[in-house]
């Protein structure tokens, strides 16, 4: 058991080695002018720096806050709404292309009303990531939730279920696979949209930090924005995933 | 239940099923009066895709008839319900409970007040029964086709229905399995006296188990003919080998071929009435 583990971390690590290797090839292959990619080594001593003397891990509670707060506001509401169009067919039908229509607006180009409307504050940031989860959420849950067959709710009517236990006690667990795979899909465009909302006159935060050093050319800081985006939406998706293994024991397929 | 006696258990009085399609009315099933009685073993058998399904669908109250009525203790039925216990087969097994969970589903629902003291103790008469006793734990996806069957069969009988209505139920199990399957099933009738209708293409399977086989024929389900299987129960295997057996076994499969023939001839032509 301890050789796989050590096997697993080691195959694990390997990609991760191979593009710092990568980097560090471009850097000295000479095609690209070296004052363009920072090497690795000065991101490192720019991380250290910005962590103790710049809070640099402020800008990554900001961050984490704005997107953990978008995500489960969106969820929140995505899980209903999705939920009620995946069970009626009529209703999807009905509220189909408005769905499509909303989703393919990209949030960035939504940023000047979310302005007008909602100021430059913590909440037009919100209203960003919430968007940006809500379509995100509510797609997976009605594409899932329409795909529940009816078998075992036909099941749990001739053993005698009534309509409230039905729900607790079918449709409940069979939407929690399809909740926990809107939250890992809303996490990952939460975070990809994290930039543009932080391009709302944000003080702090990861892309409050890419922002303002791009303005003053300081290409390490923003590779270390860049690489802590990464992380802590690489962290969250690996807690997701444990929670949904845990929940999800008895999936054909275990997720993780 | 002063009348229970001039009611049958469960009665089609002529009824017939249309479904609407995009091409017009599709009629499934046309004119069928039959009655079933306390403790009989009602075979429905026919082509496949013929209707048997939606016969059996009326009963367990997932579809209302277009026309005539089906009766249930004298009532109409309006819906699904625990008295009459339903064999589905696609199984249906809960894939997020574990095998006892999901026998001890029915008896925890509130319609059928099984005091939590009695609980594990039905569990754990159809786990020993069904053979399911060493994979209490474990979920369906660790299991067989043959075992998701015998714990789809556990978690209908557990709640004791007086009445049970199985839809090909042994239709994807192999041979041998299938064969034990039946034995388990005269066995367990033998023991607790139900009533069961059932959904079946095998014309061996229907004699060795009813006591009435209905065949009908090709869509729209119509009764070709009602026949007594003249076998008193208990039943063993060396039942198929008796000359009885065989002579019955030649004529049901006469009157089925038939129907399957003219359902293939349908099939060129569209099949619709409009």
């Known amino acids: ?81 999705g939920f009620l169009l995946g069970w009626y067919r009529s209703a999807r039908t009905f509220a189909d292309p408005m769905i499509n229509f909303f989703r393919a607006l990209p949030p960035i180009a939504l940023i000047p009303l979310v302005i007008v409307y909602f100021g430059v504050d913590e909440a037009a940031k919100l209203v960003i990531l919430f968007y940006a989860s809500f379509f995100a959420g509510v797609i997976v849950m009605y594409e899932g939730v329409s795909q529940i067959t009816p078998l075992y709710i ?65 290409l390490d800081v923003i590779y270390v924005g860049i690489i802590c985006i990464g992380c802590v939406a690489l962290i969250m998706d690996m807690i997701l995933r444990r929670i949904s293994a845990r929940l999800l024991v008895w999936q054909e397929r275990a997720v993780g | 239940m002063n009348i229970a006696n001039s009611i049958h258990r469960a009665q089609f009085d002529r009824v017939s099923l249309e479904f609407k399609t995009p091409k017009g009315r599709l009629r499934v099933v046309e004119d069928v009066s039959y009655e079933i009685n306390d403790g009989d073993f009602i075979a429905v058998i026919g082509p496949s895709g013929c209707g048997k399904t939606t016969m059996m669908s009326m009963l367990a109250g ?12 004298g009532q109409p039925v309006k819906g699904p319900g625990p008295e009459r216990g339903v064999i589905f087969q696609e199984y249906g097994v809960f894939p997020w409970l574990t095998v006892k969970e999901n026998i001890a589903f029915g008896l925890k629902l509130k319609a059928n007040h099984v005091p939590l003291a009695e609980r594990d103790q039905i569990c754990e008469h159809y786990l020993m029964l069904m053979g399911l006793a060493d994979f209490a734990n474990s979920y369906p996806k660790h299991l067989s086709g043959g075992m998701r069957q015998r714990l789809a069969i556990a978690r209908a009988y557990a709640v004791k229905p007086q009445f049970l209505l199985m839809d090909e139920p042994f239709g994807a199990l ?34 060795y188990l009813s006591s009435r086989i209905v065949v009908v024929t090709a869509r729209p389900a119509r009764i070709k003919q009602i026949i007594d299987v003249p076998f008193g129960y208990p039943r063993d295997e060396t039942l198929q080998e008796r000359p009885e057996f065989g002579e019955l076994r030649s004529h049901i499969r006469e009157l089925v071929m038939s129907e399957y023939r003219a359902q293939q001839a349908q099939l060129r032509p569209a099949s619709f009435s409009e």
């Open chain 1, 1 to 81: 058991m301890d050789g796989s583990v050590a096997r697993r971390f080691l195959l694990g690590l390997a990609p991760w080695a191979g593009a710092v290797l990568l980097w560090y090839g471009v850097r000295w292959s000479g095609f690209v002018n070296p004052s363009l990619i920072p090497a690795p080594h000065r991101v490192a001593a720019k991380f250290v720096e910005l962590l103790l003397h710049e809070g640099l891990l402020f800008d990554v509670y900001a961050s984490t806050r704005r997107v953990f707060l978008g995500v489960v506001l969106g969820i929140l509401v995505a899980v209903p709404v």
């Open chain 1, 154 to 218: 036909r099941v749990a009517q001739t053993l005698g279920a009534g309509e409230f236990e039905i729900f607790r006690k079918v449709i409940i667990p069979l939407t929690v696979p399809h909740i926990l795979t809107a939250l890992r899909v809303a996490l990952g465009v939460a975070w990809a949209t994290l930039v543009a909302s932080e391009l709302i006159a944000a003080q702090r935060g990861l892309g409050a930090l890419i922002q303002n050093a791009s303005t003053y050319f300081l």
């Open chain 2, 62 to 73: 997932f579809q209302k008839p277009t026309t005539g009525k089906v009766l249930f203790d």
């Open chain 2, 174 to 207: 192999d041979a041998q399995t299938r064969a034990n399957m039946q034995n388990l099933l005269l066995k367990v009738l033998a023991a607790e006296g139900k009533t069961v209708m059932l959904i079946t293409h095998s014309v061996e399977e229907a004699i």
